[in-house]
Protein backbone atom coordinates (compact mmCIF):
# COMPACT_ATOMS: atom_id res chain seq x y z
CA UNK A 1 0.00 0.00 0.00
CA UNK A 2 1.09 3.51 -0.80
CA UNK A 3 0.65 6.74 1.04
CA UNK A 4 -0.51 10.22 0.30
CA UNK A 5 -0.40 12.75 2.12
CA UNK A 6 -3.39 15.20 2.78
CA UNK A 7 -3.34 18.77 4.57
CA UNK A 8 -6.37 20.26 4.93
CA UNK A 9 -6.12 24.27 5.35
CA UNK A 10 -9.76 24.65 5.64
CA UNK A 11 -9.54 23.47 9.22
CA UNK A 12 -8.68 24.13 12.13
CA UNK A 13 -4.85 22.14 11.99
CA UNK A 14 -5.03 19.07 14.36
CA UNK A 15 -2.33 17.44 12.45
CA UNK A 16 0.32 20.24 11.92
CA UNK A 17 2.07 18.15 9.90
CA UNK A 18 -0.45 16.59 7.66
CA UNK A 19 -1.96 12.93 7.69
CA UNK A 20 -1.27 10.15 6.43
CA UNK A 21 -3.70 8.14 4.40
CA UNK A 22 -2.91 4.61 2.68
CA UNK A 23 -4.81 3.57 0.28
CA UNK A 24 -4.51 -0.07 -2.23
CA UNK A 25 -2.49 0.60 -5.16
CA UNK A 26 -5.48 0.29 -7.33
CA UNK A 27 -7.19 3.49 -5.12
CA UNK A 28 -4.33 5.27 -5.67
CA UNK A 29 -4.09 4.52 -8.99
CA UNK A 30 -7.83 6.01 -9.41
CA UNK A 31 -6.92 8.60 -7.21
CA UNK A 32 -4.02 9.71 -9.28
CA UNK A 33 -6.60 9.39 -12.96
CA UNK A 34 -8.83 11.08 -11.67
CA UNK A 35 -6.15 14.34 -10.63
CA UNK A 36 -4.64 14.15 -13.75
CA UNK A 37 -8.11 14.05 -15.93
CA UNK A 38 -8.92 17.50 -13.48
CA UNK A 39 -5.62 18.79 -13.66
CA UNK A 40 -6.09 18.75 -9.99
CA UNK A 41 -4.10 17.68 -7.00
CA UNK A 42 -4.33 14.29 -5.78
CA UNK A 43 -4.69 15.79 -1.83
CA UNK A 44 -8.19 17.89 -3.58
CA UNK A 45 -9.69 15.18 -5.37
CA UNK A 46 -8.91 13.35 -1.77
CA UNK A 47 -10.52 16.11 0.30
CA UNK A 48 -13.15 16.46 -2.09
CA UNK A 49 -14.10 13.37 -2.31
CA UNK A 50 -14.37 12.93 1.46
CA UNK A 51 -16.03 16.26 2.07
CA UNK A 52 -18.66 14.63 -0.58
CA UNK A 53 -18.83 11.36 1.54
CA UNK A 54 -19.65 13.61 4.68
CA UNK A 55 -21.86 15.55 2.97
CA UNK A 56 -23.85 12.29 1.73
CA UNK A 57 -23.74 10.59 4.99
CA UNK A 58 -25.48 13.41 6.95
CA UNK A 59 -28.23 13.74 4.38
CA UNK A 60 -28.78 9.81 4.78
CA UNK A 61 -28.71 10.21 8.36
CA UNK A 62 -31.21 13.13 7.88
CA UNK A 63 -33.02 10.89 6.09
CA UNK A 64 -32.95 7.61 8.04
CA UNK A 65 -33.74 9.82 11.44
CA UNK A 66 -36.89 11.91 9.59
CA UNK A 67 -38.18 8.19 8.73
CA UNK A 68 -37.24 6.50 12.23
CA UNK A 69 -39.35 9.22 13.47
CA UNK A 70 -42.61 8.92 11.17
CA UNK A 71 -42.64 5.17 11.95
CA UNK A 72 -42.23 5.60 15.95
CA UNK A 73 -45.33 8.60 15.78
CA UNK A 74 -47.44 6.59 13.72
CA UNK A 75 -47.60 8.83 10.48
CA UNK A 76 -46.34 5.84 8.19
CA UNK A 77 -46.41 1.82 9.30
CA UNK A 78 -43.90 -0.02 8.83
CA UNK A 79 -44.17 -2.99 5.80
CA UNK A 80 -42.75 -6.71 6.58
CA UNK A 81 -40.09 -7.42 3.84
CA UNK A 82 -41.18 -11.14 3.14
CA UNK A 83 -44.82 -10.34 2.52
CA UNK A 84 -43.95 -7.05 0.54
CA UNK A 85 -41.84 -8.83 -1.96
CA UNK A 86 -44.32 -11.77 -1.95
CA UNK A 87 -47.12 -9.66 -2.86
CA UNK A 88 -44.92 -8.06 -5.47
CA UNK A 89 -44.28 -11.81 -6.63
CA UNK A 90 -47.78 -12.23 -7.04
CA UNK A 91 -48.51 -8.71 -9.02
CA UNK A 92 -46.07 -9.59 -11.03
CA UNK A 93 -47.38 -13.42 -11.91
CA UNK A 94 -51.01 -11.75 -12.41
CA UNK A 95 -49.75 -9.29 -15.24
CA UNK A 96 -47.47 -11.49 -16.99
CA UNK A 97 -50.41 -14.15 -16.84
CA UNK A 98 -52.97 -11.34 -18.38
CA UNK A 99 -50.41 -9.96 -21.23
CA UNK A 100 -49.50 -13.74 -22.27
CA UNK A 101 -50.83 -15.02 -25.19
CA UNK A 102 -53.40 -17.78 -24.52
Given at each position: M???AVL???FPQT???GMEVHFTPDVEAKLHALATET??????VV????A???EELAEVRGMLDSRYDDIKSG?????DGE????SLRQREEALLKKHSPQ
Open positions: NMIDTGYPQGRGVDEQDALGYFQVKPVAFFE
